[in-house]
């Protein structure tokens, strides 16, 4: 159990920059997920907090100790590599208690703890095995065995699913939650996977190009995304995103040939620009004609609970989730209404949210409440 | 060959056995040779059949070229390369590879192109060297106090004088590199992880997992140091430190000798033996690690 306290912390690879000061505080016992595109810089972040690259500028304190100095093996984080990086020469007990060996824990101890460990796991049987023998859920396992077994007060895991077919990366999610929640040691998983980074998460890091966009739990990121990039990144099928103006003078969102009025004060406030608006593609509500936006369907994807209409808005692409019933075909005109109350406003220039309510945080207010309807 | 004809073949069985016939022709004249008296292996057309002399011949060869130091003295010189081979190059590779020094290309690169500067290459030097190792020493000495030391210390007519040079080469140690380059960086980081330090990576890690390179390393390094000639030739006049290569020359006849043939191809079959078996009982480990390999 370990809170992390991450300060400033910058990283250059000789004269480029890859993080660009970040600071992050995790408390103990949270399972922190770090999502973000290839790239980005989280791995590097976990790294730094492993102890396996140099940090640049800032420090990095584990339980209120800083380890910009400290060996890896001093830090007390344990690692579970992407390509799990077993020892491909030692047994699955060889591998899991390679950490005791060097540590120098008698022979006896140590079996019982390897045996220990990978009950844990479920590897007793394969305790004799060499890791080319394992299939590659059977590899991760040991591979988080390994940590384990060391009681490390943070776990990092740099990207430990994306080997593991589609199925087993469900099962494999779920055993890493029902892991924490048994060791409770301070977890960071870094993902490039927002359904993982959505399952996992206590905490979400979202990251784009070394800087932290946004931290908060899932739900609230997932509702309020504080940029661009957050919106689009999370959620599935992708955030329709367009461009829309402000009127002052009509107090009204304008897009797609339509208007959205809002509160006058509000446009006020905002005053007359240029934006971005998003709506998530499940928020969307079929309606009659002469109350939503009409636009022809260009293609249906089928997902059995129902179905993602693919059309335009604007020249931008804009996907909708309808529900069984709806029968569309591509060609068919589809009317949808954008409820206000769904709609995420950001300035183009920035990228950055622009709250629509007045006091940002008297959560769901009643002027957002009011669904004010196309024109 | 993607499309099997039978001319095809025939065309590549051929080119086999005549690859093969190339190969082994000596060896059948030399192991016939061996075995047979002193007037059939003089006689004209030469018969390809063995004879039943052959224990005879090996043992007038091993007394004439006396043997058995020089057999002794190829052995040690043959292990010491092998073993001090292996030993360095693991290691320099191991810094090379492992390390992060602002001077790690430099020293790549200087390692790299003694390359090709082989023994033969450079052997007046190496001999220089060799022959006088405290010159260099004696010369600063006397730049700067005008003082003449003389102190004599060479390598002549040692196992030492005969085995260092041969071991200071890169071929083994780039062999290493590409090896250590083709682990994931994973492996180092996940070891370090679990506490391990570099010389417990090194022993934990790098050598079990480089048997099979150090294999094929000692079966190439221990034939090339048993079948070294122009260094121990140089080093050696003592013939206590005499090698197998130098003494075939004690076998060959005499200008106006006797022709005795059978006698000299028999210690050139007793010299060729213990190679033969290094390589016949490392290679069937060598394949092994070869098919097995682990990912």
Known sequence: ?375 | MIQRTPFANALTYGVMIFGFLLLIGPFVVIVSGASQTFQQVNSIPFSFLPQDRLLENMSAAWTRASLGTAMLNSFVMASLVTVGKVALSALTAFAIVFFRTPLKGFFFWMVFITLMLPLEVRVVPTYAVAADLFQPVRLLISAVTGFEVSVDWNLLNSYAGLTLPLIATATGTFLYRQFYLTLPDELAEAARMDGSGPIRFFIDMLLPLSRTNMLALTTIMFVYGWNQYLWPLLMVTDPQYKTTMMSLVALLPSDNGTPDWNVTLAGSLIIMLPPLVVVAVLQRWFVRGLVATEK
Do not use: W
């Open chain 1, 1 to 375: 159990m370990a809170d992390i306290a991450i300060r400033a912390v910058r990283k250059s690879y000789g004269k480029t920059p890859t993080l660009h000061g970040i600071d992050l505080a995790f408390a103990s016992g949270e399972f922190v997920v770090i999502l973000g595109p290839s790239g980005c810089g989280k791995s590097t972040l976990l790294r730094m907090i492993a102890g396996l690259e140099e940090i640049t500028a800032g420090e990095i304190a584990i339980n209120g100790r800083v380890v910009n100095r400290l060996e890896p093996r001093e830090r007390g984080c344990a690692m579970v590599f992407q390509n799990y990086a077993l020892y491909p020469h030692m047994t699955v007990a060889g591998n899991i208690g390679y950490a005791l060996k060097v540590a120098g824990v008698p022979k006896a101890e140590r079996l019982r703890r390897i045996e220990e460990t990978a009950r844990i796991v479920g590897l007793v049987d394969y305790l004799d095995r060499k890791p080319a023998a394992l299939s590659g859920g059977q590899r991760q396992r040991v591979a988080m065995a390994r940590a384990i077994i060391r009681e490390p007060s943070v776990f990092l895991f740099d990207e430990p699913l994306s080997n593991l077919d589609a199925k087993l990366r469900v099962t494999m999610r779920a055993e890493i939650r029902k892991l924490h929640q048994r060791l409770s040691a301070t977890s960071i998983f870094v993902t490039h996977d927002q359904v993982e980074a959505m399952t996992l998460a206590d905490k979400l890091v979202v990251m784009n190009k070394g800087v932290v966009e946004q931290v908060g739990q899932p739900l609230d990121i997932y509702h309020r995304p504080a940029s661009i990039f957050v919106a689009s990144f999370i959620g599935s099928p992708a955030m329709n995103l367009f461009d829309a103006h402000i009127s002052v003078d009509d107090a009204c969102l304008a897009f797609g040939g339509t208007k959205v009025a809002i509160d006058k004060a509000l446009a006020a406030r905002l005053g007359e620009r240029h934006v971005t608006v998003g709506i998530r593609p499940e928020q969307c509500v079929v309606t009659s004609e002469a109350r939503g936006i009409s636009m022809k369907v260009d293609f249906v994807e089928e997902l059995g609970s129902g179905r993602v209409v693919h059309s335009e808005l604007d020249g931008h692409p804009f996907a909708a989730c309808v529900d069984e019933e709806t029968l569309v075909r591509p060609g068919d005109r589809i009317a949808l209404e954008l409820p206000l109350a769904h709609l995420h406003v950001f300035d183009r220039e920035t990228g950055r949210r622009i709250e629509l309510e007045f006091e940002p945080r008297s959560g769901r207010s009643a002027t957002k409440r009011q669904m004010l309807e196309a024109v």
